[in-house]
């Protein structure tokens, strides 16, 4: 078995939509409202990691498809990287999907959808447990699909013969029903109190609603 390090870098993966929709079920927030370096740097302080790195993924509308989303993710993308975050972002691409009507009608409508978002995130942590730039992996997302992530970082752990571990955390409230971590990492959840010391005091709507 691997020794523990005694000073335990982490580097924090943050899946920008997934956290968004977590937070507004639980909270009640209607837009992105968290302050990115402030929610990882609180939550590894609290575990007693070292925080070592931000990375951040999100999907955004084009100017064209959507000018009021588009120029609040540009701005708030622009800010968190003059913070030290390292920002992905993709275009997001559009389909038509059939809603359900009360009445027993149905309607169509245009729905936007990441492409390549998480795929992006979790290479990134594999690719940095290869290079042995972090002891801890923290994942701001409740996508189960990042469980392969975790399964390939303990791999590589066993291969390198060093402690690695993935952890997940996700907000947790009466009205949240979604009460599980990433499968296979270590759940850290946080409730409002927690988030709300954590909430970024810029109002990148510019005033405005969508």
């Given at each position: 078995?691997?020794?523990e ?72 993308l ?19 999907q ?57 791999q590589?752990?066993?291969g ?28 850290l ?22």
């Amino acid at each position: 078995m691997p020794a523990e390090p005694g000073t335990k870098r982490a580097v924090v993966f943050v899946d920008g939509q997934n956290l968004f929709y977590a937070v507004k079920q639980a909270f009640g927030y209607s837009f992105p409202n968290y302050d990115v370096p402030a929610l990882a740097r609180s939550l590894c302080d609290r575990q007693g990691w070292a925080l070592s790195g931000i990375h951040f993924y999100t999907g955004i509308p084009s100017a064209q498809d959507d000018p009021f989303w588009n120029r609040f993710w540009s701005a708030k993308l622009g800010v968190m990287g003059t913070r030290g975050v390292v920002t992905y972002s993709r275009q997001l691409r559009y389909r038509n999907q059939t809603v359900a009507l009360p009445g027993g009608s149905s309607t169509t409508v245009l729905v936007g959808q990441e492409k390549g978002v998480d795929v992006r995130l979790a290479l990134d942590v594999v690719r940095l447990a290869r290079e042995a730039a972090f002891d801890v992996a923290l994942l701001l997302s409740q996508d189960q699909d990042l469980s392969e992530v975790a399964d390939e970082v303990r791999q590589i752990s066993i291969g390198q013969r060093r402690w690695i571990k993935v952890a997940s955390a996700y907000p947790a409230s009466p009205t949240y029903a979604n009460r599980r971590g990433v499968n296979r990492t270590d759940w850290l959840s946080f409730d409002r109190s927690f988030y709300d010391a954590c909430i970024d005091r810029t109002d990148y709507r510019q005033g405005g609603t969508p």
